[in-house]
């Protein structure tokens, strides 16, 4: 059994920070890829920020620059650090881990909420 447990949404005014951050627990063995993903009300959920075992780091367009995902892996952790937010940063957020437990499997965290004011 594996949980994902986020942290660290809520409403900030543009051109704030927030720090998201995302735990996985449970039967682990091995982790390979980390990701942040958001979802607008009437949009798709589309990806914001990845990083693999390696470090290697990839990012939507429309963050870079703000955006910084990194990983503890002593703790199964991803964090999600957001500068410069603007309102069009709003939605939920979703982390997506892809781990070995018995066999690799993709999970999902149950999503935090982001809202920036103008």
């Known amino acids: 059994q594996v949980q994902l447990v986020e942290s660290g949404g809520g409403l900030v005014q543009a051109g704030g920070s927030l720090r998201l951050s995302c735990a996985a627990s449970?039967?682990?063995?091995?982790?390979?890829?980390m990701g942040w993903y958001r979802q607008a009300p009437g949009k798709q959920r589309g990806l914001v920020a990845a990083?693999?075992?390696?470090?290697?780091?990839n990012y939507a367009d429309s963050v870079k620059g703000r955006f910084t995902i990194s990983r503890d892996n002593a703790k199964n952790t991803v964090y999600l650090q957001m500068n410069s937010l603007k309102p069009e940063d709003t939605a939920v957020y979703y982390c997506?881990?892809?781990?070995?437990?018995?066999?690799?499997?993709?999970?999902w965290g149950q999503g935090t909420q982001v809202t920036v004011s103008s």
């Open positions: 997506n881990v892809r781990l070995y437990g018995s066999s690799w499997n993709d999970y």
């Open positions: 449970g039967s682990i063995n091995s982790i390979n890829y």
């Open positions: 990083i693999t075992s390696g470090g290697r780091t």
